[in-house]
């Protein structure tokens, strides 16, 4: 059994002399699997790991918390810079790094104080108003700087979030050239303008059928060697570059609101789990946390995972108003379940069963009813004029139902308001004011092409590119 594990201490030349970090599948244990470590460039490239599994570094650094606390006061960037520094040790020269973490975090990150002790840290002021832009902003820059200037196409699926993330991050971005795939009649009215706007190098989309037709679509189009010319990368969740810059903000969070280097608790509203996997992966490198709550919907799969040891995926996934967690079997599982020494297959077997005492000791799963969601909603917004959406309203009331401690306490608020109008305004009465992200859509002509749901349609169409 290979559990990866966390370094005790850094010097400056121990530096010198560790391998850099690579990366390995969590199928690696099983028949078939693949325990060769991978690059950076590999893993990224890649998405997922040949054998079917998702990638984990094989070690992870440890944090110089008191260095950190030293620039307690560093912007955003900076922090992003000081974590994810190893990771791209010999990959990038530090200037190069420096400047591509400035340029991906060049928006507001607010840590709002709601209540003594406690804070909602809002992860909504990217150009998409959702925390996936932390993450698709990275991702995208780590790919042009690694790519070696080899023209790529990135494609990806997208029930609404993930869509617009990627393709706002992508925009603009020399030697890329990006198509999404989202359902016509399964986004929202807000959605859909993000995704139809982006212009420039991005089209999108509008597919005839669901968000299930267009990944088949996209998985078919990659086994495709018709369109190996492409240079096809996914940029989908599953990609390790979109997990590791989510540690960040949980160190930036601690910065600011742990002066006396005590812990702190999270509350992360949860779906595929990728969002509070940064926390586990910051934990791991040494950050001080009290609780680490996964605040899911009624999608409860793994609140009865940890309570039972028995795993069964939710088939078809429950609607919810907080729809970007509206998930059955969340793909970042199978990564917990390695960190303590399990196997999750993909499709949602458990070969090996984790330390589950370690596993609720460390990790606890709330369920949140739609009903609790919009009361908490109602409440925050009348005791407190603190505006949540549903996501955010899930992870909140998760905190609140688990006695509101300990403090200090840091709920993600996940989405901005604005991109939930109708909830907002049949539960308040009145719409929210849009993000500043908003307005630049407005003067931006739509780039948006109707697809059949059919294979055939969307290779014909790709192949006009190779023209
Ligand atoms: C994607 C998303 C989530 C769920 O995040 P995971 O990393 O999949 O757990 C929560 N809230 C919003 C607004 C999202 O877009």
């Known amino acids: 059994m290979s559990v990866i594990g966390r370094e005790s201490s850094e010097t400056a030349d121990g530096a010198a002399r560790r391998h850099p970090i690579r990366y390995v599948s969590t199928h690696r244990d099983l028949p078939g699997g693949r325990r060769e470590a991978v690059d950076l460039a590999t893993a990224l490239q890649r998405g997922l790991a040949p054998d079917g599994g998702l990638y984990l570094p094989d070690r992870l650094p440890a944090l110089d918390l008191d260095s950190l606390t030293r620039r307690r006061s560093d912007p955003y960037w900076r922090v992003a810079q000081t974590v994810l520094a190893p990771f791209v040790e010999g990959v990038l020269p530090p200037r190069d790094f ?66 617009s993330a990627v393709g706002e991050a992508f925009r603009d971005v020399p030697g890329f050239r990006v198509f999404i795939l989202y359902p016509r009649d399964e986004v929202s009215e807000v959605q859909r303008r993000q995704l139809d706007r982006i212009g420039a190098n991005v089209m999108a989309f509008a597919v005839e059928g669901t968000f299930d037709d267009c990944q088949a679509m996209v998985k078919q189009a990659f086994l495709d060697p018709a369109l190996a010319p492409l240079r096809l990368t996914s940029a989908n969740s599953i990609n390790v570059g979109r ?42 490198m040494g950050l001080p946390v009290s609780r680490l709550i996964l605040a899911v919907n009624e999608n409860d799969e793994v609140p009865r995972f940890l309570a039972t040891g028995r795993y069964e995926p939710i088939v078809p996934s429950r609607a919810c108003l907080s729809n970007a967690m509206n998930v059955g079997h969340p793909s970042n599982l199978a990564r917990y379940v390695d960190l303590y020494g399990g196997v999750l297959t993909r499709d949602g077997r458990l070969e090996r069963l984790p330390q589950m005492g370690e596993m609720c000791r460390r990790l606890e799963s709330v369920s949140v009813s739609d009903t609790e969601t919009v009361e908490c909603i109602r409440r925050w917004w009348r005791e407190r004029r603190v505006l949540l959406e549903p996501h955010g309203a899930v992870g909140v009331a998760a905190f609140e139902r688990l006695g509101g401690q300990p403090r200090p306490a840091v709920c993600l608020e996940t989405a ?32 948006v092409e109707p697809l059949p749901a059919s294979y055939e349609a969307l290779r014909a169409r790709l192949q006009r590119e190779m023209g």
């Open 98 to 163: 420096a400047a591509l973490c400035a340029e991906a975090y060049n928006f507001e990150v607010p840590l709002e104080p709601v209540d003594d002790g406690l804070w909602l840290l809002r992860l909504d002021r990217g150009p998409t108003a959702s925390f996936k832009d932390f993450a698709a902003r990275w991702m995208a820059r780590m790919l042009r700087a690694m790519g070696g200037g080899t023209p790529q196409t990135v494609l990806v699926a997208t029930s609404g979030d993930t869509g």
């Open 243 to 284: 997990i590791l810059p989510q540690a960040v903000y949980y160190v930036y969070a601690w910065l600011r609101v742990c002066a006396d280097g005590g812990p702190v608790a999270f509350s992360v509203p949860s779906g595929n789990l990728g969002n509070s996997f940064g926390c586990e992966l910051a934990r791991r």
């Open 416 to 447: 901005h308001p604005a991109k939930f109008p109708e909830v907002i305004e049949r539960e308040l009465g009145f719409s929210p004011d849009p993000p500043a992200a908003f307005e630049r859509l407005a003067g931006r002509a739509p780039a």
